[in-house]
């Protein structure tokens, strides 16, 4: 035990490489990030878009909507696609709570 008269013992140790082993995972590995699509100016709707030289990080334009068909659910434009049921709802809007739910009504939406 002559380490444990140094101050410090072996069990107190700990030797690693970081969490970056099994848990990096940030927007670029997952293809996710959120962007701004549209801004209203003076009115009226403008779209936003980024387009930038890697066509895969190319982002959607306009006002959209969540859709479900089938199993498959996709991002669409607002404007095209008029009669399709937007899956999303407002809960926050302004800051203040527009509808308030149970944990057990999340669950049962998943």
């Not at 030797?15 to 970056?20: D, L, N, T």
């Not at 969540?66 to 709802?89: A, F, H, N, Q, S």
Request: proline share 2%; glycine share 10%.
């Amino acid at each position: 035990m002559a380490s444990f008269k140094a101050g410090f013992t072996i069990e107190h140790l700990a030797f690693g490489m970081g969490g970056g082993l099994l848990q990096k995972h940030d927007r670029d590995t997952q293809r996710n990030a959120f962007k701004c699509s549209a801004q209203k100016q003076d009115g009226q709707w403008v779209d936003i878009q980024k387009n930038p030289l890697d066509v895969t990080k190319k982002s959607k334009a306009g006002r959209l909507k969540l859709i479900k068909e089938g199993e498959k659910y996709m991002t669409v434009r607002e404007d095209k696609y008029p009669d399709l049921v937007d899956c999303l709802e407002v809960v926050f809007e302004n800051g203040e709570l527009v509808r308030e739910m149970t944990l057990d009504e999340i669950r049962a939406i998943g």
